[in-house]
């Protein structure tokens, strides 16, 4: 089905033009009817929408959000490029490199650690916005592995959290807000709890290749 198709389907369904415009664009990202790197520019979309260019930027806006759109110099919004190898590989670095901070970090967290990580938990189960869930999910890892002690591991990790936000994003709007695994997160803090760092560690593992294989089916499926 292609996007012309879309709007034609879901115009009745909504009752603001931008939930409208935000609806159709996200559906006809993640399926594949806009490839990654395709632009989208706002008259041709508010044109092709019969809507005003008001409710296209803000759709676009909340398409950045979640990951399915990049703002670029020159070129304005384009169809954000995310594939599957790229994916794949951020899970892979983030699966070994996770587990060995924590095996580090774990039994030199303290309480005040704990109760930081716990309350980001409860931040992430009340927050709505995806830009800001990703946030508070890496703020709640770096939690769990900052007693490491070793600096550059610790870069490393940060760095390769960094840059799974985008598939984190990409991941909530293709699959939805269920697949946060707070059951794993709240796993990993009572392991860590409890002094077990192989325990934390095998968690950790666990919940980075569990996402690995959800967005790797979905790529499947596109």
Known sequence: MD???????????????????????????????????????????????????????????????????????????????????????????????????????????????FDRAEALIAEMDAEGDLARLGELNRRFHLTLYARAGRPRLLALVEQHLAAADRYLRFHFAALGRDHMAQDEHAALLAAARAGDAEGAARIAQAHVETAARNIEAFFARR
Do not use: C, W
């Open 3 to 113: 996007i012309a198709d879309l709007i034609a389907r879901d115009r009745p369904r909504f009752r603001t033009a931008t939930a409208f415009v935000e609806s159709v664009l996200r559906e006809a990202i993640l399926s594949g009817a806009l490839p990654g790197g395709t632009p989208l520019r706002q008259e041709e979309l508010a044109a092709g929408f019969a809507v005003s260019r008001m409710p296209v930027r803000e759709a676009l806006r909340q398409l950045e959000a979640q990951a399915l759109v990049d703002f670029t110099p020159h070129k304005g919004a384009v169809v954000t490029d995310i594939s599957a190898q790229d994916a794949a590989d951020n899970y892979a670095i983030r699966a070994a490199l996770e587990p060995a901070a924590l095996r580090l970090s774990v039994p030199h967290l303290t309480h005040e650690d």
